[in-house]
C-alpha cells in the first residue's frame, strides 16, 4: 500500500514550457487536492475533485488545469509555466465527506522551479 | 472569509519540557479542527483531529484542547524530544454558509518546533 505518490519529485522549467504533474492513490479514496506550498504562505489550495470526472477550482487556481479521469489518479497541468509557480506542489486524497473520515493524506511533494 | 493564525512562526524548547502551539481562528464557529505535522521536504501528516462538542482530546504524548468560545486550540507535545522537532499545521473546515463544502480544508502556516537537547 503505497499511499499518496506523486510523480516527479523535481522539476526545472523555462518559462512558457508545459508539464503535467501526477499523483496516484491506491486508498480507493473518493476525494483528491492539489495544493501548493510557499514560504510564508502556507498550503493553499489549487483544485480539488470530490469523485471521477468531476474537478473544482480552489483559492488559486489561475494558471492550472487538472482533470480526474480515473479515480486513483489526479493530474495537475501547467501549460505554460511562469516564474511565479515556482513551489512545492502536494497531492492529497480523503476517503470520503462522511463524518470520521476528514483526514487528508499527503503525497512526498513536487518540487518545481520555473527560470 | 474565515482566518486561520498560529501565533508563531517559531518556537524553540528544551527537551523534556511541554511545548505549546495555538491556533487561532476568526469569523465562525468550524466543526472541527486538525493538526498536522510536516517534516522538511515531506508531506504534512496528520496527527490529531478534535471535534466542537470535545474539550480535550489526547493521543500518547500529545493533547489538543478546543475552546470555541476563545476561537483557539491548543496543541501540546509533553516530555518533548529532539525528534517532535517538525513544523505542526493547524486546518480548519470551511464554514458550513460558503457553499465549500465539508470536503475543504483550510491550513494555517504552521509554527516550527525545534526541541534542543
Known amino acids: 500500500n503505497a499511499g499518496v505518490t506523486q510523480t516527479p519529485k523535481f522539476r526545472v522549467l523555462k518559462t512558457g514550457q508545459s508539464m503535467t504533474l501526477l499523483c496516484a492513490q491506491d486508498m480507493n479514496h473518493e476525494y483528491m487536492y492539489w495544493y501548493r506550498q510557499d514560504p510564508g504562505m502556507g498550503l493553499r489550495l489549487i483544485h480539488y475533485s470530490v469523485g471521477e470526472g468531476t474537478t473544482a477550482k480552489g483559492e488559486v487556481p489561475d494558471g492550472y488545469n487538472v482533470s480526474r479521469l480515473k479515480k486513483q489518479n489526479f493530474l495537475l497541468g501547467l501549460e505554460s509555466a511562469a516564474p511565479s509557480q515556482t513551489s512545492v506542489y502536494f497531492c492529497a486524497s480523503r476517503y470520503g465527506t462522511s463524518v470520521y473520515q476528514e483526514t487528508q493524506y499527503f503525497g512526498p511533494g513536487t518540487r518545481l522551479l520555473v527560470l | 472569509s474565515q482566518k486561520i493564525e498560529q501565533n508563531s512562526e517559531a518556537l524553540n524548547i528544551q527537551e523534556g519540557k511541554t511545548a505549546t502551539l495555538t491556533c487561532n481562528y476568526t469569523n465562525y464557529s468550524p466543526a472541527y479542527l486538525q493538526w498536522y505535522r510536516q517534516d522538511p521536504g515531506r508531506g504534512p501528516v496528520f496527527l490529531l483531529l478534535?471535534?466542537?462538542?470535545?474539550k480535550e482530546k489526547r493521543k500518547e504524548r500529545l493533547k489538543v484542547t478546543f475552546d470555541t468560545t476563545l476561537k483557539q486550540s491548543l496543541f501540546h507535545i509533553t516530555a518533548s524530544q529532539p525528534a517532535d522537532s517538525a513544523t505542526y499545521l493547524c486546518?480548519?473546515?470551511?464554514?458550513?454558509?460558503?457553499?465549500?463544502?465539508?470536503?475543504?480544508?483550510?491550513f494555517g502556516k504552521g509554527t516550527k518546533l525545534s526541541v534542543i537537547p
Open positions: 486546518a480548519l473546515p470551511p464554514p458550513s454558509s460558503s457553499g465549500a463544502g465539508s470536503y475543504q480544508l483550510t
Open positions: 478534535i471535534r466542537e462538542n470535545e
